[in-house]
């Protein structure tokens, strides 16, 4: 069993595509062990991603990721991490088959409806960042 953080970004909740994509992880079978609404801050937006601080888009990465609620979710289940990044897709929209999450519903890399932990150290991380230990189920 393996545990990976999840987060439907602002232009995926504004587009009313929460359910659509709650859905296609639940049918998968994975088990919904933490969900949240939430504003992400300055500060939080930055310590998540950190990797990416020098990178020229991280400004705009970090004004998006806080310019309107998203959903956050812990997910389980075998092999968690990267059977979610099959179903999400490519970064790159232009990259991700249909079928998949930015495939079907994403167009450019700058508002790509998802995020999805890249390794168990990310996950860790990243889970810890937005879940208090009793507030996963
Ligand atoms: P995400 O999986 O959330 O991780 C970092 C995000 O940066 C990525 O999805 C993209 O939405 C965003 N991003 C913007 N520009 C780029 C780029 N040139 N390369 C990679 N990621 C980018």
Redesign the pocket.
């Given at each position: 069993m393996e545990r990976t953080f999840v987060m439907i970004k602002p232009d995926g909740f504004r587009r009313g595509l929460v359910g659509e994509i709650l859905a296609r992880f639940e049918k998968k079978g994975f088990r919904l062990v933490g969900l949240k609404l939430l504003k992400i801050s300055q500060d939080l937006a930055e310590k998540h991603?950190a990797e990416?601080r020098d990178k020229p888009?991280f400004p705009g990465?970090v004004a998006f990721i806080t310019s309107g609620p998203v959903v956050a979710m812990v997910l389980e289940g075998p092999n968690a991490i990267a059977e979610v990044r099959k179903m999400m897709g490519a970064?790159h929209p232009k990259d991700a088959l249909p079928g998949t999450i930015r495939g079907d519903y994403a167009t450019t890399?700058?508002e790509?409806v998802i995020?999805g932990s890249a390794t168990p150290e990310d996950a860790q991380r990243e889970i810890a960042l937005f879940f208090r230990p009793e507030e996963l189920l």
């Open positions: 991603y990416h888009f990465l970064t890399i700058d790509n995020h």
